[in-house]
């Protein structure tokens, strides 16, 4: 296989342009999915990207061809020419430190392709490489990962037991997607703690992305529309619920992007144009020159009802641009600071069904401002219960009355969570523990022993789990619930 002008050409593009888009089979690169070249700045970007190529090589491009034709006819074993090709894409996207670029073959496309239509196998998590370690920014709702309780920020350090260290995020993200029904199990470091496992069975990710409900505060209805992730039907999908509502009356909306990694930019912008009127930008859009353009909506009027945006740490990229423009715009936003993702990507297909992810423009809020690395601030800030950040249980032997240990500081936090109070919280397992875990295995048909044994551990943690997932404690949605009407 010899390297043609054309390859080289378009590694010489990847090289030298920033860049960025993707998704995978149940598990995904955090904010891959954005994506839009509707404006003009975009569509200068398409014309740059596709201009001519049948320039002769010259300088460095003679060095590639020269290292791809010394390999390939002196290394001492066979030699894959489509590898070196591939290798040297990914040898020059690594060179921006840019954990958004990378290189999307024959397959990652598929997948990413089945993804943004929200149709896919895996464990429905998605992931960004932070200073070298593979981390989870969200899973999705309903997900296996969700119900296997992994959270924003846990840490992947191995999977089925073969270290990450030294791998890419595409080489790490391989060897945890697969078919539905197998399994994986993913070892997690989270916060400060100890690292534990998680097994996690693969399945189909749900493809909803919008689900709606209302609650009637003081003799109010106030609507909540919660969005999973944006896909090419979110905005459709939203469009619906809201007019539901709307038909219904509604008095206040309360728009929850918690979890939300982010999603195709098109989509926020249609959604964004419901509720940011024509003198104010939805989005503003950098390219590499410093070229800004704003983009605006042809809304006369704003909603006549109160709108809160809730985020978290889970909150990333389209989620981001959404909240920032109704912060803009003095709605309350309740919850944590968002992840922080303010680069918008674009797919570069190479020619043979393979592309090129690129992060190709910033994007700023209404006002200007860049929230890259820093995230969206809520100005209602509220953090979830304890519980709702305590690690899984991990058991070498059974704790028991008067043991002393971090772990159990970590099972107290969790009976005390889902309604056992074990009397303390500091690691000692006293008497009061003792009777909080016997009632604990009696409610659940365990036998009561009063000790935490494997068994018991296993059942407290998912115990823990469906009460998160069941919202019962839900402070934030409570306070944005609260604050709405003030």
Same mark, same amino acid.
């Given at each position: ?149 992994? #959270?924003? !920020?846990?840490?992947? $350090?191995?999977?089925?037991? *073969? %270290?990450?260290?030294? =791998?890419?995020?595409? /080489? ?85 992007? #918690?979890? !939300?990694?982010?999603? $195709?930019?098109?989509?926020? *912008? %249609?959604?964004?144009? =419901?509720?940011?009127? /024509? ?87 209404? !006002? ?119």
């Amino acid at each position: 296989m010899k390297l043609n002008k054309l390859q080289i050409v378009l590694l010489l593009a990847a090289a030298l342009l920033l860049g960025f888009l993707g998704a995978y089979a149940g598990i995904s690169i955090a904010g891959d999915k954005d994506s839009g070249q509707q404006t003009a700045s975009r569509e200068n970007l398409e014309e740059k990207l596709n201009g001519d190529k049948s320039e002769s090589l010259t300088g460095d491009l003679q060095k590639v061809e020269q290292a791809y034709a010394l390999i390939q006819e002196n290394y001492v074993e066979e030699v894959d020419g489509n590898e070196l090709v591939e290798g040297a894409i990914e040898g020059m996207l690594a060179t921006l430190e840019d954990p958004h670029s990378s290189y999307l073959n024959l397959e990652s496309m598929d997948e990413f392709n089945q993804q943004i239509e929200s149709s896919f196998e895996g464990i429905g998590a998605e992931v960004s490489m932070v200073n070298g370690v593979v981390t989870i920014v969200s899973p999705i709702k309903d997900s296996p990962a969700e119900k296997a309780g992994l #959270r924003p !920020n846990d840490q992947v $350090l191995t999977v089925d037991g *073969e %270290d990450l260290d030294g =791998l890419n995020l595409n /080489e790490a993200v391989a060897k945890i997607r697969g078919e539905k029904g197998t399994e994986v199990t993913l070892e997690i470091i989270r916060a400060a703690g100890d690292p534990f496992e998680v097994v996690i069975v693969r399945d189909t990710i749900p493809i909803e992305t919008v689900y709606s409900d209302t609650e009637t505060i003081d003799g109010k209805t106030t609507g909540i529309i919660e969005i999973t992730n944006f896909s090419e039907n979110t905005a459709t999908e939203f469009i619906e619920h809201l007019s539901d509502l709307e038909d219904n009356g509604l008095d206040g909306l309360v728009i929850d992007v #918690r979890g !939300n990694p982010g999603g $195709l930019l098109n989509v926020v *912008e %249609d959604m964004l144009a =419901l509720f940011v009127p /024509e003198d104010l930008p939805f989005i503003q859009i950098e390219d590499a020159d410093g070229n800004i353009e704003a983009i605006h909506s042809d809304l006369k009027e704003t909603k006549d009802y109160p709108i809160s945006v809730l985020i978290d740490e889970g909150s990333a990229s389209a989620s981001e641009i959404l909240a920032v423009a109704l912060q803009e715009l003095d709605y309350d936003i309740v919850g944590q600071t968002s992840y922080g993702k303010g680069t918008v990507q674009t797919a570069v297909p190479l020619g043979d069904g393979s592309s090129i992810k690129l992060t190709t423009f910033k994007w700023l809020s209404p !006002n200007g401002e860049w929230i890259n690395e820093v995230g969206v601030e809520p100005n209602i800030p509220v953090d979830q219960p304890d519980y709702y950040y305590a690690n899984p249980i991990s058991i070498e032997e059974p704790f028991g009355l008067d043991d002393t240990d971090p772990g159990i500081a970590n099972i107290q936090l969790m009976l005390d969570g889902i309604g056992y109070d074990p009397g303390r919280m500091d690691g000692y397992f006293n008497e009061q523990t003792e009777e909080a875990v016997k009632q604990f295995q009696k409610d659940n048909d365990l036998s009561a022993t009063g000790e935490v044994d494997e068994e018991t551990a296993g059942l407290i943690d998912t115990r823990v789990i469906e009460r998160i997932r069941s919202g019962e404690d839900d402070v934030q949605l409570e306070k944005a619930l609260e604050e709405l009407y003030k």
